[in-house]
T-cell receptor, first 118, second 112 residues
Framework: AQKITQTQPGMFVQEKEAVTLDCTYD???????LFWYKQPSSGEMIFLIY????DEQNATEGRYSLNFQKARKSANLVISASQLGDSAMYFC???????????????WGLGTSLAVNP | EAQVTQNPRYLITVTGKKLTVTCSQN?????MSWYRQDPGLGLRQIYY???????DKGDVPEGYKVSRKEKRNFPLILESPSPNQTSLYFC???????????FGPGTRLLVL
């Protein structure tokens, strides 16, 4: 069965420092996609970054980078130069494969709550 | 602006009173999906649609209905809401050849 595990329920980081949020995944598929989303206290779900299983380079989007270690089945999110506005819940997700083969549902971890201290 | 919209954003209702949560996207996306988010359970898929008139069940479809009569709209219908359907609901969409799903702002539903 496909599964996403986020082992850090909560994290603290000082403003302007870097922080790594952990994500491990389990799948038997050869082709899959990994995502990180941010959910601020207002509730919306904001896409941050995507990594395909065949991508050789680690994905980067501005201050966000994804440390993809395929053999270890990990897809950690690195946020550089943290800002107060980065305080939020962060979710790791994986594109699942349904029995029908065409459902692109996302399988989600339970999230990590990040607090950025001034 | 490319976006997914949901209405209402907040809703308090009573058991058994039929309600509809609307979802609309302006990106011409083929794929649309509904999720619910509950503490300790994460996000779970309710229904999805590959295109107009093509819908199918996700992981937790009981108590919900959907329809896809137009490409841009994918309403979620609760015919007889119950308290266990109190949750935060998200609609999402993506293009047929894209990976990323874009989410609406969420609808917080409380069923008394």
């Amino acid at each position: 069965a496909q599964k996403i595990t986020q082992t850090q329920p909560g994290m603290f980081v000082q403003e302007k420092e870097a922080v790594t949020l952990d994500c491990t995944y389990d799948t038997s598929d050869q082709s899959y996609g990994l995502f990180w989303y941010k959910q601020p206290s207002s509730g919306e779900m904001i896409f941050l970054i995507y990594q395909g299983s065949y991508d050789e380079q680690n994905a980067t989007e501005g201050r966000y980078s994804l440390n993809f270690q395929k053999a270890r089945k990990s897809a950690n999110l690195v946020i550089s130069a943290s800002q107060l506005g980065d305080s939020a819940m962060y979710f790791c997700a994986m594109r699942g494969v349904s029995n029908a083969g065409n459902n692109r549902k996302l399988i989600w971890g339970l999230g990590t709550s990040l607090a950025v201290n001034p | 602006e490319a976006q997914v919209t949901q209405n209402p954003r907040y809703l308090i209702t009573v058991t058994g009173k039929k309600l509809t949560v609307t979802c609309s996207q302006n990106m011409n996306h083929e794929y649309m999906s509904w999720y619910r988010q509950d503490p300790g359970l994460g996000l779970r898929q309710i229904y999805y649609s590959m295109n107009v008139e093509v819908t199918d069940k996700g992981d937790v479809p009981e108590g919900y209905k959907v329809s896809r009569k137009e490409k841009r709209n994918f309403p979620l219908i609760l015919e007889s809401p119950s308290p266990n359907q109190t949750s935060l609901y998200f609609c999402a969409s993506k293009g047929a050849y894209q990976e990323t799903q874009y989410f609406g702002p969420g609808t917080r539903l409380l069923v008394l």
